[in-house]
């Protein structure tokens, strides 16, 4: 692939053959880096970080010069969306993030509009240009965005909940008023990664943090439904080149097959489920990434090393895995522990990419 | 079964015909109830109620007032056992249950002893002989504790947690301290429901809340092992009559084969599966309960309704099916939901008990 130095992830994630299995991690630009926690005081607060592309960049390319990690992910929040919609983001320490005008009537559905990347959204689009460029083709960046019903949850809730009581009061009482956010949210969320994808982004990625709280057929009717949609819509093709695009549905591995079906090339996968079955059951039709749970990340170099090469081995030979966490690394992780994970997922996967 | 009024309960869970499916619901004795609300006024903090077992037994009998339940449950907390062993369990609101002595080394652990049900949790047993006069034989009484690994987490991390960081670390670190503490209350446990059991409680069931934030191999290990230890070491019968035990894995859809294999006589479902999928996959071995989202209840009669017969539908004829929520009632349901719930188990489920 034209212009990258290192093309493992894509690669993989197209289920070509590789040297070795690609790595990086979810919120891999964070709290855990003494550099990351400087540059937070610098910017002020997490959104200032966020809003600010010189500063956005700086955090993205952070992790990658220290560790030997296999893709950039832009700098950002899943609920950038949201904000652009009016609806005020903002974050409180030990509580997450919040919005100061959230949705608490299906009126206030009704007066939501589609945010314009190249305006309400430019910070984004902005930083995404400014990554490409310092990272010379090093490695692909990752663009994302929160999914439909994961954006909903927090847009009704108006922070992080433990029950959903009201997205799903919502979701049970009047379903045609969540259907109208979803489907405008899975509008904005498809113009706004076709933004990204534009600006430079070489794969995108959906999250959806709280597909894992609904039944089957609610997961399918006011999730899965809404990015099968953004799958379809997004741009197939950029600079000559596939950008792929991963699902991940924390706590939705009871749902792989369906997940598979929406057409999207990569599903990421959380550390509850054995990657060898889920290989099994949809490992000829996508790549999977994952699935370290984070908190193995406290244990020693050694215990680190053996559950690499348990998942490496699970997976098995061949293509088709992006080696990640199952969730975002957590902010008191020992640096050092995150090399020593990088570099066994590299030395301990070539064995499994013996292609003759 | 002699004695009882309404042995619908314990029928379904021995897969055993009956006229219609038994339902009943998890924390029926609680907020939602203004009842509720006013004995807890009376009693002080929410452990001066459990403590004070003729309060205890009043709350328990409070939601039998008001519905047609196939079922009580002993009003109390999963977290007792810990209590007892002195890490003083209190309650902040908002927060949930914490304790003032959580475990915050190996060498804590070594300290600990089981706690003795004549003494330390004679509280609980004397509840449980309480209820089961003022019942008269109306409807069964179910006993519970929490599953070793659910209190393990509670008990290390000192309240509820979000990613589990510390008693993940001691497991991947060091999980011989660990496998001490969940030995140590596998045999509390046991201990514990067996002294329910003489008591007068006439079915067990273990709430495993946390199991489900486990991989695969943790799970069996940390916390399936010793639900299967308790399982097996549990009274078998008494009062001439068979002691049938549910086990709840909180996300643990994915592991329905393992769980049956311990010899439980039910397993409890949460919503995040189909119980079609699960009857499926498990229905021969052993009795299904659940499985409806807690949050249905919010909605119309009509919607709750359509809920309860898609779950029967789903489940379909034939025995071994205990209708309830797929986690507790939440605090702002409006009683008269319940009552719509109730009623439609009842009237929608005969079709399904047509035997000939």
């Known amino acids: 692939m034209t212009g990258l130095k290192n093309d493992r992830f894509l690669r993989a994630l197209l289920r ?4 070795c299995t690609p790595v990086w991690m979810m919120r891999q630009a964070g709290r855990y880096l003494p550099e990351y926690r400087e540059l937070r005081k610098r910017a002020g607060d997490f959104m200032d970080l966020c ?6 960049c700086e955090a993205t390319l952070q992790p990658l010069a220290r560790y030997e990690l296999d893709a950039a992910i832009l700098f950002s929040d899943i609920l950038t969306i949201p904000d652009a919609m009016g609806l005020g983001l903002y974050f409180t320490p030990g509580v997450g993030p919040q919005f100061s005008n959230p949705i608490t009537s299906a009126a206030d559905i009704t007066k939501l509009g589609v945010p314009d990347p190249e305006t309400e959204l430019r910070y984004v689009c902005d930083a995404v240009t400014m990554v490409r460029d310092a990272l010379q083709g090093h490695v692909p960046l990752i ?20 029950n959903f009581s009201k997205v799903k009061s919502l979701m049970y009482s009047d379903p045609q008023s969540l259907h109208a956010l979803l489907g405008l949210l899975a509008e904005a969320v498809t113009i706004y990664l076709n933004a990204q994808i534009a600006s430079g982004a070489q794969a995108v990625m959906v999250f959806d943090t709280w597909g894992g709280v609904l039944t089957p057929y609610d997961y399918q009717d006011f999730s899965l439904n809404y990015m099968s949609q953004i799958v379809n819509d ?7 080149r596939r950008v792929p695009v991963t699902l991940f549905t924390k ?32 490992g000829d039709q996508v790549t999977l990434q994952g699935n370290m749970d984070p908190c193995v990340l406290y244990a020693s170099p050694q215990r680190i090393r053996e559950e690499v090469e348990a998942i490496l081995d699970s997976f098995g030979p061949g293509v088709g895995h992006v080696f990640n966490l199952g969730h975002g690394i957590l902010p008191d992780i020992p640096p050092e522990n995150v090399e020593v994970f990088i570099s066994a997922v590299h030395e301990l996967s070539t064995i499994y990419h013996q292609y003759d």
Not at 259 to 266: E, K, L, Q
Request: net charge negative.
């Open 16 to 19: 070509q053959p590789i040297d």
């Open 51 to 56: 809003k600010t592309p010189e500063l956005a």
């Open 143 to 162: 663009g994302f965005s929160g999914s439909p019903w994961t954006l909903a949850t927090y847009m009704v809730e108006g922070g992080p909940s433990k």
């Open 234 to 240: 997004l741009t197939w093709e950029h600079e000559g």
């Open 251 to 282: 706590n939705g591995g009871q749902w792989l097959e369906a997940i598979a079906d929406s057409g999207c090339d990569c599903i990421g996968l959380d550390w509850t489920i054995d990657i060898a079955e889920a290989r099994a059951r949809v």
